[in-house]
């Protein structure tokens, strides 16, 4: 068990570009997890997966955000067009699904600064 | 609509002292609760979770919590704090809908613990 990954863990950008994050989920977990934390702010639910199947997205998810999980395995939120108001920590969490399974294993973030 | 309220956004205790973290939570449909920790610059690190069996939970470094459903709360302590306790806890609740929770995780704003010596 090597935990979820997410990279890069930092990104700086300007305003207008385009930033795409990855994270990848503990091995068996079939259930995956993107959020969004604020500075001061509990993290907020952005979208989940189960397997490859997009199953919620989040208001909070604009048509900007493109979240993507095409084998079931890793993960990839994409940003277009970033705005200074996307500055946050943006993190991923896995888990499994059988059972009472319910815990949610975090991974580290990407810290996102948009200039 | 679930919702998740932690009174106090910071609390300090002295080294050695009852640490108590306040959470209450708005729910539906019983819920599942969890207490996670947060280092600076880190993920988030489960410290304990109720899943409607044992109303008193305990967790990882001395931390429980108890379930009290007449109150809708979810406190955590810890009887005596330490230095390395100092970080930011965050409160969550997700719901539990005919024995399977869809998983999505609702937080509070969360609580800063500072530990004096």
């Known amino acids: 068990d090597t935990g979820v990954s997410q990279d890069p863990r930092h990104k700086i950008t300007k305003r207008g570009q385009n930033v795409t994050f990855r994270c990848d989920p503990i091995?068996?977990?079939?259930?995956l997890y993107w959020y969004r934390q604020t500075l001061g702010q509990g993290p907020e639910f952005l979208t989940y997966?189960?397997?490859?199947?997009?199953?919620?997205k989040s208001r909070l998810l604009s048509d900007r955000f493109s979240a993507e999980r095409p084998k079931g395995s890793f993960s990839t939120l994409e940003i277009q067009r970033t705005e200074q108001g996307d500055s946050a920590m943006y993190l991923c969490?896995?888990?499994?699904?059988?059972?009472?399974?319910?815990?949610?294993?975090f991974g580290p973030g990407t810290r996102l600064l948009v200039l | 609509a679930q919702s998740v309220t932690q009174l106090g956004s910071h609390v300090s205790v002295s080294e050695g002292a009852l640490v108590l973290l306040r959470c209450n939570y708005s729910?539906?449909?019983?819920?599942?609760l969890f207490w996670y920790v947060q280092y600076p610059n880190q993920g988030l690190q489960l410290l304990l979770k109720?899943?409607?069996?044992?109303?008193l939970v305990k967790g990882i470094n001395g931390f429980e919590a108890e379930f009290k459903k007449s109150e809708t709360s979810f406190h955590l302590t810890k009887p005596s704090a330490h230095m390395s306790d100092a970080a930011e806890y965050f409160c969550?609740?997700?719901?539990?809908?005919?024995?399977?929770?869809?998983?999505?995780?609702?937080f509070g704003q969360g609580t800063i613990l500072t530990v004096h010596p």
């Open positions: 969490a896995s888990r499994q699904s059988r059972g009472k399974q319910e815990t949610q294993y």
């Open positions: 091995s068996e977990h079939n259930r």
């Open positions: 997966f189960q397997n490859e199947a997009q199953l919620e």
């Open positions: 729910s539906s449909v019983p819920p599942y």
């Open positions: 109720y899943t409607s069996a044992a109303t």
């Open positions: 969550a609740v997700s719901f539990n809908a005919g024995g399977t929770s869809y998983g999505k995780l609702t």
